[in-house]
């Protein structure tokens, strides 16, 4: 039986989640936020995917 009220609820904390990832991954690698925006994003929808 698929209970959507927990895959919602998973997504939504993978995302907010993914946002604090990146957060730490760009103060770690170099050129920032700014410089490795296609990679930060991967990072971030890893996170979605996975549900925190």
Request: charged residues 10%; hydrophobic residues 50%; glycine residues 24%.
């Amino acid at each position: 039986m698929v209970n959507y009220r927990r895959i919602g609820i998973s997504t939504i904390m993978g995302a907010l989640l993914g946002v604090l990832c990146i957060i730490g991954v760009g103060g770690r690698i170099p050129g920032g936020i700014d410089g490795n925006m296609i990679y930060l994003i991967g990072i971030w929808y890893n996170r979605l995917i996975m549900g925190g």
